[in-house]
């Protein structure tokens, strides 16, 4: 499956962000979607995760408790949203895909998106 990532941009802490991933070339409805980021000198990490039908999530603690994941397989999509935006949240999100299971290491994700930077100012 292809991933294509959207909805980067600056602002400000405190803000909110909605990140989206459109999916093709594949079965969508049979993976389990993820989103990771990368900040500038540090190494990818796990974000949030959905599977494959919409009925369990895993989040990140960094990000528990304002982070949103939800996907609509009608559309092939997968959305993020972020609230409460802290400076540490600045970095390149990628979307992810991995068929029938969710992952929190990135060395298992079958699919990448191009990512898209996100960055939270003071």
């Known amino acids: 499956v292809q991933l294509q990532a959207s909805g980067g941009g600056m602002v400000q802490a405190g803000g909110s962000l909605r990140l989206s991933c459109v999916a093709s070339?594949?079965?969508?409805?049979?993976?389990?979607m993820h989103w990771f980021r990368q900040a500038p000198g540090k190494e990818r990490e796990f974000v949030a995760s959905?599977?494959?039908?919409?009925?369990?999530?895993d989040y990140a603690e960094s990000v528990k408790g304002r982070s949103s994941i939800s996907r609509n397989n009608a559309k092939n999509t997968m959305d993020l949203e972020m609230n409460n935006l802290k400076i540490e949240d600045t970095a390149v999100y990628y979307c992810?895909?991995?068929?029938?299971?969710?992952?929190?290491?990135?060395?298992?994700?079958?699919?990448w998106g191009q990512g898209t930077l996100v960055t939270v100012s003071s």
């Open positions: 959905i599977n494959w039908i919409g009925s369990s999530t």
């Open positions: 992810a895909a991995r068929r029938y299971y969710t992952r929190r290491n990135p060395e298992e994700l079958t699919s």
């Open positions: 070339g594949g079965p969508f409805r049979e993976y389990g």
